[in-house]
């Protein structure tokens, strides 16, 4: 009862602003304000807000709420785990073989630098002078990696 006297209130207040809004001259923002005050009103008429009220106080509707939400849960965590393995068996095994296959080209050499290369008991000496970078030259000869040759010979590559 509390709720349909609610409902009708709110309407007419509705009402009440769009037809100041209306004596304004604005009479789409009015239209739009008296569109919405009469929605509460039509849901008292129809018998949706007593349905929502005996559903609010009522046990096993809310019981029903729960089994909804889990249904919910266990739906999006199905959804994750299926976008994060990558699909059916099938489809796993056929990836994983591909993968394996493609992984290393049979031609492939081992790195040229890695860890191995490096001698171990040695500290990389530091040079006193650094020698300035020589421009490049466009002639075609041996120079044209002078600058990346410096800089490995910095770092002590």
């Known amino acids: 009862m509390i709720a349909e006297t609610v409902c009708s209130a709110v309407s007419v207040a509705g009402l009440g602003i769009a037809a100041v ?15 919405y005050s009469l929605v509460p ?29 889990g249904a919910w849960v266990l739906f999006m965590i199905t959804r994750a785990v299926e976008r994060r393995g990558g699909g059916t068996r099938k489809e796993r095994k056929a990836a994983k073989a591909a993968a394996e296959r493609d992984a290393v080209a049979p031609a492939a050499s081992a790195p ?18 650094q020698p300035a970078a020589q421009p490049r030259r466009s002639e075609g000869s ?3 990696f ?6 490995l010979k910095k770092h002590g590559i």
Do not use: C, H, N
């Open 21 to 35: 809004t209306a004596y304004r001259k604005r009479f789409l923002s009015a239209a739009r304000i008296a569109a």
């Open 41 to 69: 009103i039509g849901l008292v008429m129809t018998g949706v807000v007593g349905w929502l009220a005996d559903t609010a106080f009522s046990p096993t509707a809310w019981a029903g709420f729960v089994v909804l939400g």
């Open 112 to 129: 040229s630098l890695g860890q191995a290369s490096r001698p171990a008991a040695q500290p990389a000496a530091r040079p006193t002078a």
């Open 142 to 144: 041996g120079d044209d």
């Open 146 to 151: 002078s600058d990346i040759e410096a800089i």
